[in-house]
């Protein structure tokens, strides 16, 4: 009996089961809150690939187990989920509109948020997942190309190069125009972009308008970037992530070169020469020939008469290894992650290398129901081991003839004919030597913290204190070793083996601490259809900072870098900074009805740099905000328009700029004193008084803005547009202008430029493909800005922001956009021909400097696309740049050297200039030139100072390119990969790689224009230069694996 029992409890257990996985047919309808169909549904067996979608009518069918759960999903619609159970075949669906995008919680400055379609104002925010397609190690790269209104520029290259951020162009003529940096709501300098772990980052909110000042004060006329960082595990529990990125960098432009004749420099006899640097020597053939003047010993290097690529492979491959540790926990009342980095890095410059060690903790706490704490701390270790002399080192290497074996003088030290004194190369040291004997060992130590109480005694009332602090410290060492050339070397052929180097050492350090403390009261009232916000702020920002250097010449020991290593005196310099800025702020948002929303914003600033009687100033801001599709009945019924609002805003913003190039400006407003030349003398100390003076009651630029757009969605939100024109007016800005030398001082700083700017930022995404397995998303960004200087000073027309010698270089000139490049031009006749001397065929120039072209694109566009198929996920961005010019400083040198494409472009036989004309005295006008040809067309016409070469318009070209910026393959391991062990939850392998492909116009052969070499200038808006002064632009390959436990 029992066995029968047993049996048939078994059976029964069986069948049931049996029946429970026994699939069945289900059907229905999925409808919208209106009650009509939705075509595009897709339904998912929840953890599985089995899925389908809804017909042109709402209806589907799907064979599903009983038990399993069905998932509804859809663009713009919250999901769905039910249960299929036992003898249940139909379900009708109704979705609900899903309002999380135009209700998201979005950062609108100094900590506080507000929904989405509440803001007023032009705002992006980039999730992590964006940034970190391409894997970079500083998270500007990974905004580049992908928000309206955003110029990343590259201030240099080489190892963890910087980057200048700006946000619809520039306003002020010498003062800071980059866009304001904070992190977890703490106002951070600019460097803290390329110390900060990518990993760490959540989302940056860009903010384009000058409206951020009015919370974040007058530091945010230029915009902002809010940068949020990560906290604690996306679930309760504890969660481990550890990823590697490893990365190959290889230079992807270098100046085209001429690759068909060597060493030699006559004009006429063209002949061979051994030591040459220039090239314009007998065309290459092959033969075996003598590199360089023999050894002391007698013995010759010799090598094949041809090219051989070694200024290509001079530049090395550098490795950047990179490793993320991330641990994070969730619980009901709190969440903690800390986070570490690991990077090491080789450059492409010989010998350089990087390290970048850093931690963060965020933590938050509710310590009961009306009292919780947030916390961060960050710390970041830098060191840096890299040449000092890179302007030496790649004009050293475009110097080299085709034909020397460049590569192999890499061994300086062992190999007789690398060392300078037997290096081939009269006129230029051998660049290995020249990289290893001129170093510079940079150590930075970042830390950065903040502390936030937030009270909340009443549900309409709540108060935020928060403190938050950061501090650099920065030491530098910068060291030449001493060389002495042998007798027989100085008595070579050569400029520069006859001067022993003598070396020198010189020192820095310096620290800057940045203290914000900011408290706010927040409340909130509803009468009827209005709700209505109002905040009190109060913020206290103080920056100070100190800087010490110390440097000496003629070193008595060699390799022993100190500054008492040395019988001559120390120069050395102190600067310390102090400026403290107190702000009160008050905003009033008004809603009604949850569409139409006004906010008013009133900011008043006292700021310690300024002349007390008008250090304190007073800035306002308003923003509407109306979303039409809650607000017009006729819209709600439109199906094709998911989401409509209009928007607006009027700010007015200061700026304090008093002319300095401290970080801070600190006593720039009284003359400064400085050690006079020759001192001390005799054991006698002597000061001079600086030589400039400030305007009293010197004023804050001021910045008027208006900004009116839209933002809409459309088709079940699988397509959305954004539009915003802004029109800025910069009045009173500071400005240097010549007194005369009678006064003691030759210039006097004083409110007087205005500027002008005014453009369209617009977005685009569409999503054309979205089911279980396939998403397809492309989107893409145009940005507009004209950017124009009305007025500098009295009697001034023109303002030099860097130049070069001879005055060519970045200036604001009246009436033109902002910034210019201005150079010496051609003379051309009336109708555009240039003129040449009727006896030497030459070119010839007036001698004047005129505007060669603006240095700021004026149209930006950027494309990216995404498509992932289940698992894997494909991911590229490009970006184009167009409407600026860049002169290429350097560029003359390799016209000089022979080295340069242009340089064969009529085989170096005699030519007529195309386009040319002289003048016919016979008939007394120009007449076009078919016939007069150079006098030379080999070395004489390339290398003349006076000629060509002396003609900056030569070296001028467009600015445009072509990027594809970024580009990755990435696939997440499925959950079935990882089944049957409880250690991975999740795992992605990715292949990525970063400025992969250029284009440029064919007249630009000499370097990426993204790079600006003017950015090193006081004040960093020299834009439109570039030279010999930055190593060659990358490009990076490299993979990565991530592993969640």
């Given amino acids: 009996m029992k066995h029968k029992l047993l049996s048939f409890l078994l059976g029964g257990a069986i069948l049931t089961s049996v029946a429970f996985a026994q699939e069945k047919k289900v059907s229905g309808r999925v409808t919208g809150t209106n009650g009509e169909g939705l075509p595009g549904v897709t339904i998912v067996i929840q953890g599985t690939n089995q899925a389908t979608q809804t017909d042109a009518n709402g209806n589907y069918s799907i064979n599903v187990p009983t038990g399993k759960i069905l998932v509804f999903r859809s663009v713009g619609y919250s999901d769905k989920t039910i249960t299929v159970a036992q003898g249940s075949s139909l379900y009708n669906i109704q979705l609900s509109g899903n309002e999380s995008v135009l209700d998201e919680v979005v950062v609108t400055g100094a900590g506080l948020t507000a929904s989405r379609r509440s803001i007023g104002a032009a705002q992006t925010t980039i999730k992590a997942e964006d940034l970190q397609q391409a894997k970079p190690t500083n998270i500007v790269t990974g905004l580049t190309g992908k928000v309206a209104g955003l110029t990343v520029q590259g201030v240099g290259s080489g190892v963890n190069p ?80 550890i990823d590697n990125t490893t990365t190959f960098e290889n230079v992807n432009f270098l100046p085209e070169v001429q690759k068909r004749f060597g060493s030699g420099y006559s004009a006429h006899d063209i002949f061979y020469v051994p030591y040459e640097n220039q090239q314009y020597g007998p065309a290459f053939d092959g033969s075996i020939v003598q590199i360089g003047d023999p050894l002391e010993d007698g013995s010759t290097q010799t090598g094949p008469y041809s090219w051989n690529g070694g200024k290509d492979k001079f530049w090395e491959t550098g490795v950047t290894n990179m490793t993320n540790l991330a641990v994070a926990s969730k619980h009901e009342n709190s969440s903690f992650r800390f986070s570490g ?81 037997g290096y081939y190369n009269a006129y230029y040291n051998n660049p290995y030597f020249i990289a290893a004997n001129n170093r510079q060992k940079i150590r930075n130590d970042y830390f950065m913290g903040n502390v936030e109480l937030n009270f909340k005694p009443l549900s309409w009332l709540d108060f935020m204190g928060r403190v938050g602090m950061t501090t650099s410290n920065q030491s530098y060492k910068y060291t030449t070793g001493k060389f002495t050339f042998t007798p027989y070397a100085a008595g070579l052929h050569g400029a520069y083996k006859g001067t022993n180097i003598t070396g020198s050492v010189s020192d820095a350090a310096s620290y800057a601490t940045s203290i914000v403390s900011d408290f706010n009261a927040h409340a909130t009232h509803t009468n009827g259809d209005f709700k209505f916000d109002y905040t009190a702020l109060f913020q206290y920002v103080q920056n100070q900072s100190s800087n010490l250097s110390a440097t000496v010449n003629g070193l008595v020991v060699d390799g022993i870098y100190n500054q008492g290593n040395s019988l001559n005196p120390p120069s050395t310099g102190q600067a310390d900074y102090l400026a403290r800025t107190f702000g009160l702020a008050g905003k009033i948002d008004v809603a009604y009805k949850n569409y139409l929303f006004l906010t008013l914003t009133g900011r008043n600033d006292w700021v310690s740099i300024l002349d007390p009687d008008n250090r304190s100033f007073f800035y306002p801001g308003a923003t509407v905000s109306f979303v039409a599709t809650d607000a017009i009945e006729a819209l709600k019924d439109f199906q094709p328009l998911n989401f409509l609002k209009l928007r607006g805003s009027l700010s007015k913003v200061g700026q304090v700029n008093v002319g300095s190039s401290s970080n801070f400006g600190a006593y720039a407003t009284v003359p400064t004193f400085g050690q006079g030349s020759g001192y001390p003398y005799n054991g006698i100390g002597g000061h001079t008084v600086g030589n400039q003076i400030v305007q009293p009651g010197l004023k804050p630029e001021m910045t008027r803005s208006i900004e009116f757009g839209f933002e809409s969605a459309w088709w079940n939100n699988r397509v959305s547009a954004d539009v915003t024109y802004f029109n800025n007016k910069t009045t009173d800005n500071t400005v240097p202008t010549d007194i005369s030398w009678a006064s003691g001082y030759n210039k006097y700083l004083l409110n007087a430029g205005t500027t002008t700017g005014k453009g369209i930022e617009s977005r685009l995404s569409v999503s054309p493909i979205r089911t279980a397995d396939w998403d397809l998303t492309l989107g893409g960004n145009f940005t507009y800005i004209q950017n124009k200087v009305v007025e500098i000073a009295e009697g001034l027309d023109q303002l030099a922001l860097a130049t070069y010698t001879g005055g060519t270089g970045s200036y604001a000139v009246k009436g033109e956009a902002f910034p210019v490049i201005m150079g ?29 072209g603006a240095a700021l694109p004026t149209h930006t566009l950027g494309l990216n696309l995404s498509l992932s198929y289940k698992d894997l996920t494909f991911y590229t961005s490009a970006e184009y740049r167009t409407g600026n010019y860049i002169f290429n400083n350097g560029a003359d040198l390799f016209d000089f050297s022979g080295s340069g494409i242009n340089t064969v472009a009529y085989d170096r036989e005699r030519f007529v200039i195309p386009n040319s004309s002289y003048w016919d005295e016979a008939t007394n006008s120009y007449v076009k030139n078919t016939n007069i040809t150079v006098y030379d067309g080999g070395a004489d016409y390339w290398t003349m100072a006076t000629g060509r070469r002396n003609i900056d318009e030569t070296y001028v070209t467009s600015a445009a390119f072509w990027k594809i910026r970024e580009m990755s393959l990435s696939y997440n391991l499925p959950k079935s990969f990882l089944a049957g062990q409880n250690v991975i939850k999740k795992a992605r392998v990715s292949v990525q790689g970063r400025n992969l492909f250029l284009w440029t116009p064919a007249t630009n052969v000499y370097t990426d224009p993204e790079y600006s070499d003017g950015n090193g200038s006081s004040n960093g808006n020299a834009l439109g230069l570039t030279g010999l002064s930055q190593t060659p632009p990358s490009r990076y390959v490299g993979f990565s694996v991530s592993l969640t436990f």
């Fill in 162 to 241: 910087n980057y200048r951020v700006m946000l619809r162009g520039m306003r002020s003529l010498t003062g800071n125009n980059q866009a304001l940096i904070v992190i977890d709501n703490v106002i951070s300098p600019s460097s803290m972009l390329g110390n900060l772990n990518p990993d760490d980052v959540e989302d940056i909110t860009v903010l384009n308008g000058s409206s951020a000042a009015a919370l974040y004060g007058s530091q945010a006329s230029n915009g902002a970037l809010i940068i949020k960082t990560k906290r604690g595990a996306a679930s309760n529990g504890l969660e481990v992530t």
């Fill in 341 to 421: 980095q690991y990077l090491k890095s080789t450059g492409t410059v010989p010998f350089d290398k990087y390290n970048r060690a850093s931690a963060r903790v965020n933590g938050s706490r509710k310590l009961n129901d009306i009292l919780n704490i947030n916390y961060t701390s960050y710390y970041a270790q830098n060191r840096y081991d890299q040449t000092s002399a890179n302007a030496n080192i790649y004009d050293a290497v475009l110097q080299s003839p085709g034909q020397v074996p460049l590569t192999s003088y890499k061994d300086w030290q062992n190999n007789p004919f690398a060392n300078p004194n």
């Fill in 824 to 852: 010496s031009t051609y003379n051309r006749d009336p109708e555009g021909r240039i003129i040449v001397d009727r006896i030497t065929g030459y070119p010839t120039t007036d001698g004047t400097l005129k505007v060669l």
